[in-house]
């Protein structure tokens, strides 16, 4: 692991109920998306990065109004190199938590699990929408959010809890995931194995 492989961190800034992201396909443009919204729009800017493979990702929050603005200024200057977008006006607390790590999972999986599922998507901005979906969907528990970095540009997210709960949650952020062409994959695994646990 080095630290290109790392999720980008938004450490301890604070993050209000909304969020918004920006995702391009050139480094170059997303510099000069960013700097145009900063310049637009009363946001906070959370993290600007380059990520695998040589996107760039800029996440910040602030008020809807605000967010929607800054939105439509970046898909105005980016234009072709725009890959993806979102924006999440009441983001489930979790998700912040997993953005505000590096490497480790939230809850390291010990012993045996009911279930776990993953969903791996093309796109960071996919990816976070689909675990913000998937968490509100059922009672399910958060393992890992990873976002581009070590993983060749696509992300994902995987989360344990009783297996119907596991599915329901699954199924809900794939389908938001599918309905945007940004979904890879999505497994649920039931009783999964005790030596394959203790590497999730």
Known sequence: MTKNDYNPTIGSAVIQPAIAMLETQSVAAGIEMTDAILWESDIELLFATHVQPGKYVVLFTGSIDALRSA?????????????????????????????????????????????????????????????????????????????????????YVSMTGEVSDVRSSIQAGARHAESSARLARHVVIAKPHPELVAYL
Do not use: F, H, M, Y
Not at 107 to 129: H, K, M, N, R, Y
């Open 71 to 155: 939105l439509r200024r970046g898909v105005e200057v980016a234009r072709g190199d725009l890959v993806d977008q979102l924006l999440i006006p009441q983001i489930d607390p979790r998700v912040c938590e997993a953005l505000r790590r590096r490497d480790e999972p939230l809850s390291p999986a010990d012993g045996e699990l009911d279930a776990v599922g993953v969903i791996e998507t093309t796109t960071v901005s996919s990816c976070i929408a689909a675990a913000d979906i998937a968490l509100k969907e059922a009672n399910v528990e958060l393992l890992e959010l990873r976002i581009a970095n070590g993983l060749g540009g696509k992300s």
